[in-house]
């Protein structure tokens, strides 16, 4: 009985993300739009868009090879995984502890893994761009994340997800500095991931900036439908992490009663919309960097991980 | 169990006495390569057996060797894992030679040489004395140097092999000093003896570094590591696959038995040294993997960052077992192993990839490639789990272990030093580093070699491997698999090892719920392979399903899009080296001090633009340019002597005889 | 041959001593007399068969010791390898000195002297080995060095006269400091002993060595370092050796590295035994160490800039001579096994690499190295048992070097750690030098005529199969023999 | 054994060590030859009065030879291959004939110094004697190594050699003397023997690196 519950609940959980994620990037966007004194697409543009694109028939490069066609359902895959393994608006997932914080990365990892290699598979110069670059910003927003991670885990004492927010919500957690860097590490971590504004603009197709949109230059039909869909998975699983981490409270934790799921789920769309706010906020009020300037911006993000880290190390001793 | 293991040693060398005999017949290959693959199944089964079944150590002497101590051997479980990387590793090779090895030009110079060389690897890991220890080990070093001047005629492998074996040789006779320490004036050679004497503590920590640098120089620990992507490349592939998957692992075998066994009671300090230099070994070894267009050297230079992570795992262990946390030192410990055996594995799959490609198309270089993924499609999905699994993805394997890496590190707070407590963050940054970085290569590993199009008329002409090499890379990646969802039954085989070495072992795995590895408390951290890779696969069949019953299926080739610009020569693909670029830019103008010079002519001008890229080697201009041009030096004014006149040499004696008799005048 | 009649107690050990004197005496004479080349090559093979012979029946009969011929432990070994490389090397220089006649190197007569000067040369070793006396080993020195001398100007050319001159005249100052030794020697034992032959007996000196004057002792070792350490070759007395190599005979060289260097160490080791005894002199093992040192480093950088490749492998042999001159000065039951063997080992190999050698340069035509590559793709018996050779001089398992190597630097580094990281210095230098050559010579693209020879491989793989036998499994026979032997030593 | 027997050893032996001075000092080859044969004639004398002295006759045999083969045979010998090879006028040495003297001067104090430390007990005559042969042996090799010319090498050769007769007679009662004496004797003819063979006039020395090269086989 509490495992089929456990299954209702996970289940749930995985399809609130699936459908709430282009809805979010609608909502973004519409906020942008609005900060920018523009009116927006609807609010269920992004979800028109998908559809479209499904009915669409598929135009597939000639140099294409099988990889090419499998890697949009990889990349899904690992991504709705990783997604689902994020608590939303109750922890203690049925399957959380089948993958921790670390696995979670790892998962992403493979995502982008197949991703720049898709970006590869045709054999045009467009598509090496983005893998290329790519690779280069994951190179260090792997280990900055990883640094963060190591950081929450020094301080809740484990990697898993569940515990971290349980962890958060008790009184022990407290103020910390270490918690503030790892916070503004996160941040731009997730900034650089989801390919926003200062460091990828996905609103844009101007070639020479573009590094995710350059990936899937090639991609056309129900294959484009996937890899956009999963772009918004990553995002609402980044900002869901935010929340979960740094925002715990509202989440329900064990003895799922329905009025505290409803506040939990309540709350979880409230950190939703003050997230994807905050994000529109941001995006609008600053400027996209040249390339090489992104290493530099997640430089930074590794070095505020690591001193998290480091006074972690440093102050357990005490 | 292990009179079958000498008994298998045994027939490995007379299979390489044999082979010396049947050369010159058109059968030898697939005689020795089958044989070889009997051989070391039997080993193999013969060594895993005390992984499952608690067996105490077997010991036996043979009356060879130094004659007074008798050559002894020993199987105990750490003997028995190693055993079981070399025999795996060589089981496959051989398989995968049998295809491979019909396409050998001069099989007369890799047929003796294969037989004896895992024999040597075979008696490395069983040795229980000095003497056996590095007779073995350099015998490993000799019968792998044959196999590397293989191809002698190729440019560049007469120097792979002279500085493959001055640095082997150089490696041994550390190792020697380091035994010749803890063997005492006495001349106690059997580790018996040495594990019975208790070093001092100056003793074991001299032995301790010795070691490093002796075994870690074996292993390709940076700097010592110069000669690994010289000298494995230029072996044929299933050698190199050998050399860099299990013959570097006989090196940190080494390694370990001194560390943890021989040199008695680790120092604080022992530790960071060995965490340091496999943080710089992690990194660096990812950094020049990124600078390679060649596919082997890639994969050399990915060995050096995999002896890296490894040797983090080592230094976790012994700082955890210094400071008396043997939980912690068995999760690190075991780490490093599974490592250990996770690399075997897809080092393996790799270089048999690599050899594939490199019978199809007679290239390394992976400029000259590109799209092979359409004329090889089965080596190319499984050099892709190959590459999946090296880069820590899960659920394959390599993530398992770098898991529970960094597992053991988030439990290095609790030590007490503070360089300890400051050092360990940073190697943790650095194992995150090179992950990504693995990652980063792989993509452009894959991508320029087997992805796109094809860049050349091999590249274009290639043909799909033979049954036998597909056979043996199956194998491999169905191993990195069930490694990657089933981690526990693996980590419970290394319980034995642990126990033996730190005295402790991480809790039993496979009673754990849905057979997920938990390795200090659920609530702390816990990986399911398993439900992962069905969640994976659960989830994207849905997707798929969905997709083809709801929507469109329909498709329709077309000439790329690429943003309006097609140009259908293959040339203006990305490159590996402009792939690497951006990364270059970032970590090699410090590291490699990369310069690039380009030339882009005017509008209007019709000559081509230009780039050149200028990568330098600091870690070879700093310590073994200075080393080859001081001995180059020393050599040219000693051999001024040469030239001398009678009566100048006359003069030699003379002062000699002066000096003496003025020594014999003085001394009284 | 009042000698013979004097202290020689059963008669098969008369036979069996007498043997390996006469039979090279007489053969010596045959030779000199009888021509055509075969017979006499063949002739030549038989003595050294039937020496050899003799030196085997003192496994199982053992003459007591007499006034001018003794036979222990020690000289046991060294009579063995003497006789048993001697018996290869003229089984070896059947077939080479054959294809030297082919090609005109060397006429008739001049094969007639030489295969008499083999057998002298062999007479010469034998005594020098068993004599029980400081004055007749110290003659039967000299006259091996004057043979070699001889052989050693063979060719007649430029250079071989060189060699030869440069050889003599240094030789004979080896002779006159050693001899100078030898008198010292006596007149710290006549007071002790007493007056006449007793005096320069080895058993003798040895046994009542106690009493002597130690500043005399001394004194006397200084000289019979310098005097007979010019015989083994060490630094700075080398300046002969290598040009002897390179100008030589193969043959001949083979002997030289093989045989004759050993017994100018075994007269070392003789007065070192004497030494030890006394408490009061000086310890001769500082000494020995800093010679052998010095050799094994001061040859090891020489490797580099060879272009000869005889003359490098005689620079190896210097580099093996330091070594083993090292272990006996550093002395004690390990260092002094390890220097047997290292010596035994290093006969064998630096002969079979010399045979190697010879084949190669008669099939190149050339003893130029640059001349020389991709010898395993013309000739793969001869260019593969050349890198055995190599392999095994090198110092590399499965080969009977390793395992001498193993003991003097291990047993040194719990010692003398200084000590034994400028010993492995010197053979990782020496190492890397060998190895450089060898690849250029045995690997790449063949260079160089491609004659062929008719010389016999056989010599040069039953050497290196012994060699390798040793790496693996030491009879214990051999080994409590050796290990009496570095007991002597001390 | 009486003090005059002594005195008579000592004076000869003494007078050994200053004729090799002599010889140190001449740059001249003729008369360097007659001051070698003066030396000879010392060694005699000396080897002469051991033999008797210590009542051994066989030693007047090595006296004998002294005597005729080394102060007349070698030197006239010697004499004529001078002529031959037209080498008499020549100057050859290395080093000027000051520094030369003071480095004899430190051999000789060197080699007493080192005989010094042997014990009273020892034969005192042997023991002057041995500093005596000893400083006379090494006179001979500095001679040897400071000279270019062949000949004047040989001589440094054979009055080093006289310095081992000497030792050699000085130990009472040692065997093989004679025999010794001959053999080095046969040794000295071999080089002479050698340099008139091969005309080395100057082998020894060459200054011209580049022929010596040519010779060593290691030019590439």
Known sequence: MVLIRDFAVQGAQMLLVLTLAPLFTAYVRKVKARLLRRRGPSLIQPYRDLARLMRKEVVLAESASWLFRVCPYLIFAATWVAASLVPTFRTGLLFSWSADLIAIIALLGSARFFLALAGLDVGTSFGGIGSSREVMIASLAEPAMLMIVFTLALIAGSTQLSTIAAFMTSAEAGLRVSLALGLVGLIMVAIAENGRIPIDNPATHLELTMVHEAMVLEYSGRHLALIELSASLKLILYVSLLACLFLPWGIESAGASPPTLVIGLVAYLGKLALGGFLLALFETSIAKMRVFRVPEFLGAALMLGLLATLLRFVSASF | MLTVILACAAALLALAAFAVVIVRYAAATPIIYGMTMIVTAISLAAAATPLFGAEPAAMRTLPLGLPWLGAHFRLDALSAFFLVVVDLGALCASLFALGYGTHEQAPQRVLPFYPAFLAGMTLVVIADDAFAFLFSWEFM?????????????????????????????????????????????????????????????????????????????????????VWLPLAHPAAPSHVSALMSGVMTKVAVYGFIRIAFELAGAPAWWWSMLVLALGGVTAVMGVLYALMQHDLKRLLAYHTVENIGIIFIGLGLALAFKTYAMPFAAALAFTAALLHVFNHSLFKSLLFFGAGAVLTATGERDMERLGGLIHRMPQTAFLVLVGCAAIS????????????????????????????????????????????????????????????????????????????????????????????????????????????????????????????????????????????????????????????????????????????????????????????????????????????????????GDVRPASLKVEISDLIWDAVYAPIASGIGVAADRLNRLQFLTIRQFLSLVFGALVILLLVLAIWS | MNWVMSGVASATSFNALSGLLLIPAGAAVLLALLPGYRSTARLNVAAAALTLLCAFSLFFRRPEPGVYLLVDDLNGTFVVLTTFVGFTTSVFSLSYIGHELETGRLTPPFVRFYHAMYQVLMFAMNLALIANNIGLMWVAIELATLTTVMMVGIYRTHEALEAAWKYFILGSIGIALALFGTILIYMAARPVVSEGLDAMAWTMLVSRAGGFDAALLDLAFVFLLLGYGTKVGLAPLHAWLPDAHAEGPTPISAVLSGLLLNVALYALLRFKMVLAANSAALAPGPLMVTLGLLSLVFAAFMLYRRRDIKRMFAYSSIEHMGIITFAFGMGGPLANFAGLLHMTMHSLTKSAIFFAVGHVAQVKGTQRIADMGGLTETHPVLGWGLILGVVAIAGLPPLGIFMSEFLVVSSTFARAPLLALVLVFGILVGFAALLLRLNSIAFGAPRGPNGRTNASYVPMFAHLALVLLAGIYLPPALVAWFENVAKLLG | MSSINFDIAHLLAGSLVLVSFLELYQDRLYALLNVYAVHALALAASVGWQAFAQDAPHLYVTAGIALVFKAVVIPVALHRMIVRLGIHREIEKVVGVGPVMLAGIGLVALSMVVILRVTQEADPLAREDLAFALSVILLGLLMMVTRRNAVSQVVGFMSLENGLVLAATGAKGMPLVVEISVAFSVLIAFIVIGIFLFRIRERFDTVDVQALDRFRGEHS
């Open chain 2, 392 to 603: 820590a993805l899960p659920p394959l394997n390599g993530f398992v272990s770098e898991w529970l890496t960094f597992q053991a590190i988030l439990l290095s707070p609790q030590l007490p030093t503070w360089g300890l407590k400051l050092l360990v963050p940073a190697i943790g940054a650095m194992l995150a580093l090179s992950a990504a970085l693995a990652a980063a290569c792989f993509v452009k590993a894959y991508g320029v070699t087997f992805l796109g199009r094809p860049r050349t008329g091999a590249a274009e002409a290639a043909k799909e491997t033979d049954r036998f090499s597909l056979v043996a890379m199956i194998a491999l990646s169905a191993f990195c698999l069930i490694v990657g969802i089933v981690p526990g039954v693996f980590i419970d085989a290394l319980a034995p090892v642990s126990s033996s070495l730190i005295g402790a072992h991480m809790p039993p795995q496979i009673g754990a719920q849905w057979l997920s590895i938990v390795p200090i408390a659920a609530s702390r951290s816990s990986y399911d392979g398993l439900l992962v890779f069905l969640f994976m696969v659960i989830s994207g069949a849905l997707a798929a399903t969905a997709i083809h019953r709801l929507a469109s299926d329909r498709l329709r080739r077309a000439p790329a899009w690429d943003c309006g610009y097609p140009d259908l020569s293959p040339v203006t693909q990305y490159t590996a080296a402009s792939f690497a670029q951006p990364i270059r830019r970032v970590f090699g103008s410090l590291v490699f001090r990369a310069r690039e010079y380009g030339e882009m002519p005017p509008p």
């Open chain 2, 141 to 225: 070093s000799l019968s792998s140097w044959a196999l590397v001047m293989a191809h002698h005629r190729e440019p560049g492998n007469a120097r792979a092999g002279y500085v493959y074996l001055t640095m082997a040789s150089f490696g041994t006779l550390l190792l020697l000093l380091a035994f010749g320490l803890l063997a005492g004036p006495g001349g106690h050679y059997s580790f018996e003896q040495m594990r019975a004497a208790h070093p001092s503590a100056a003793l074991g920590a001299l032995a301790l570094v010795l070691s490093l640098i002796g075994a870690g120089s074996k292993a390709g620990v940076v700097p010592l590591h």
